[in-house]
């Protein structure tokens, strides 16, 4: 019997990542178990993004240690697989695989060699592949919501981030595979696609047949797609069209999420980031000057190396002239192989958690002022969960939102309802249905279907 178990670390392209490698296994008859003691093959699908990354997964190794001699195989896949190397095997001699992203369309082979009793087996293409990878043997686990892949790798080369030594080089899937996959998984019922790129919106389709805002588009017009989410957008490659496809196609969810970093040109300089403030600021005045109204996101790093007060007084002021309805806040982690590694006036981490709190604060004010915009208004949403405690089911609005709301009766999760907006909380909006369950859910037939196929 081969079995394997799984645990994945990081952003949504891991999430996913992993969806493809179980659906492999599957295929290559090995059956999933529910917790690693019932598992031959034990996988750890890394990420490297920040902190102490590398360190975290040699402890979590140092754990499954324990497990040797019960005829177990180790493999660490991703970012700190692909970053540490073979180095890997030299401090934790029990693990046989480590395979980078960049790889895993060479898993089969490797599997093989692995089954064979071959150890230490690498799969580290770094920069070098041209390859994407596609493959149909997706074991997707959430049945409504599915995550497809345009885009791969990175090459912007930002001082702070490991991704372009980790993920390898940008490479985007021809359209016609992708709009493939969106229409096979809506066969399948899936209601809600996301499309995932590193940097999504630097699509550039191989056949050149459509830019990414035309692909867009055509996934929003693939029957039985009710919402089609994107992330996350460079605002280097950050167009116009995209804000006119949103504007025309009532599918694509009225969200855009648009990392800044920082709200000082000098520090975005540095960053190596290739844009001003002037230049995001236009950006934003694009999608605030749509028709619709769409949700503003972002992520900013505080404490980069050489950050003045006064540039960290510049990031405060632009969540205010931007107004997010969302921000994700960072401390600068020092990474491995990055230009940053060894940039000179490091912020000491006091500085980085004070900052760090004070952006939180005043972001928790702005988005208290913003969310009060959806007082009254009748949103659709789509049921993730529940109900809880308090009876309330729980869903996410086009925008993102997470909407919290009381209904005589229990929907299906995957159906699609109106709730009116009674009450607001800074990251959370409450409400009370007002419509019956649409379309009814997607159903468990649809991941029945998947794994059948598999
Ligand atoms: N330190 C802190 N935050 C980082 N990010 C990327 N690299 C680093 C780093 N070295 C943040 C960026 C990015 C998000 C996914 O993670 O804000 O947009
Ligand atoms: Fe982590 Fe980035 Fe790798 Fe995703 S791509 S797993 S966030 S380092």
């Known amino acids: 019997m081969k079995t394997f178990y799984i645990e994945t670390f990081g952003c949504q392209m891991n ?3 992993s969806e493809k490698v179980v659906g492999t ?17 034990i996988l750890y699908n890394t990420c490297s993004i920040r902190d102490k990354a590398e360190q975290k997964v040699f402890h979590r190794l140092n754990e499954y240690k324990r497990m040797q001699g019960e005829g177990k195989k180790f493999a660490v896949l991703g970012c700190v697989a692909q970053q540490e190397g073979a180095k890997i095997f030299e401090k934790a001699p029990y693990v046989s695989l480590v395979a ?6 060479h898993l089969p082979e490797m599997l093989a060699r692995l089954e064979a009793g071959e150890n230490r087996i690498t799969g580290l293409d770094d920069r070098q592949t041209d390859q994407t990878f596609d493959t149909e043997f997706t074991a997707r686990s959430n049945p409504h919501r599915g995550y497809i892949t345009i885009i791969e790798g990175c090459d912007k080369f930002c001082a702070y981030c490991v991704v372009p030594y980790t993920r390898g080089k940008e490479r985007s ?12 998984i809506a066969q399948l019922g899936f209601t809600e696609i996301q499309l995932l790129g590193q940097n999504v919106n630097s699509y550039r389709d191989p056949s050149g047949r459509r830019s990414f805002a035309e692909l867009l588009a055509a996934v929003g017009e693939v029957n039985g797609i009710k919402r089609v989410r994107f992330t996350t957008s460079h605002p280097r490659d950050f167009t116009r069209d995209i804000v006119a496809a949103i504007d025309a196609v009532p599918t694509l969810c009225d969200h855009v999420h648009l990392p800044v970093q920082s709200g000082s040109s000098n520090v975005l300089r540095a960053m190596q980031r290739e844009y001003t403030r002037e230049w995001y600021l236009e950006r934003i005045a694009w999608t605030k000057a749509a028709r619709r109204d769409i949700s503003l996101t972002t992520d900013i790093i505080v404490g980069f190396p050489g950050e003045t007060n006064g540039d960290f007084e510049e990031t405060l002021c632009l969540l205010d002239e931007v107004g997010y309805d969302g921000v994700y806040g960072f401390k600068y982690s020092p990474r491995p192989n990055t230009p940053a590694m060894h940039m000179a006036d490091s912020i000491a981490e006091e500085v980085k958690v004070e900052r760090l709190a004070t952006l939180n604060a005043r972001q928790r004010e702005i988005q208290r002022r913003n969310y009060a915009r959806h007082l009254g208004q009748v949103v659709p949403v789509m049921v993730e969960h529940g109900p809880n405690h308090r009876g309330q089911m729980t869903g996410r609005s086009t925008q993102n939102k997470t909407v919290n709301f009381a209904c005589e009766t229990v929907p299906a999760v995957g159906s699609y309802l109106d709730v009116r907006i009674t009450e607001i909380f800074p990251s959370s909006l409450l409400g009370v249905a007002v419509s019956a369950p649409l379309a009814p859910s997607p159903t468990l037939l649809a991941q029945q279907a998947l794994n059948a196929r598999i």
Do not use: F, K, P
Not at 32 to 41: F, G, I, N, S, V
Not at 173 to 184: G, I, N, P, T
């Open 25 to 41: 296994l599957l295929r290559q008859g090995y059956t999933q178990a529910a917790d690693e003691a019932d598992a031959t093959l």
């Open 15 to 17: 999430a996913h990542d």
């Open 173 to 184: 899937r021809s359209s016609a595979s992708v709009l493939a996959e969106a229409h096979r």
């Open 100 to 105: 980078g992203s960049a790889s895993y369309n």
